[in-house]
């Protein structure tokens, strides 16, 4: 908490430092408990997502070998593959349940 003590007392263009500001009345801050949820979402997120998004793209080039033949023969096709496992992983507590009837 020593970065949020220093912000509070001297503010500055930092995302926290707005949500700790913004909208208050003059010399007042959000409670710590407010903003918390929301950097534990964006720490959660840095670990996790990346990781995600690598499995995502990795399961579905294993799974459609021709795709993985594609990348191996044009690297330069990589961030388009990478893009597309991206765009199939759900952000934090978004996913859906899947139920096959």
């Known amino acids: 908490d ?3 003590d220093k912000w509070i007392v001297e503010p500055d263009d930092s995302a926290i430092s707005h949500w700790l500001h913004d909208g208050m009345p003059e010399g007042k ?3 710590r408990e407010y903003i918390y949820p929301t950097l534990f979402v964006y720490l959660l997120g840095a670990m996790q997502e990346p990781g995600h998004g690598m499995a995502s793209t990795l ?3 294993f799974t459609r070998p021709e795709q993985l033949e ?3 023969d ?3 096709l990589i961030p388009r593959a990478i893009s597309e496992g991206m765009r199939w992983t759900s952000p ?3 996913a859906t349940a899947r ?3």
Request: glycine share 4%; hydrophobic share 55%; no cysteine.
């Open 74 to 76: 044009e690297p330069a």
């Open 92 to 94: 934090i507590w978004s």
């Open 70 to 72: 594609a990348v191996i």
């Open 99 to 101: 139920i096959s009837t």
């Open 59 to 61: 399961v579905g080039l």
């Open 29 to 31: 801050v959000r409670d």
């Open 2 to 4: 020593p970065l949020i």
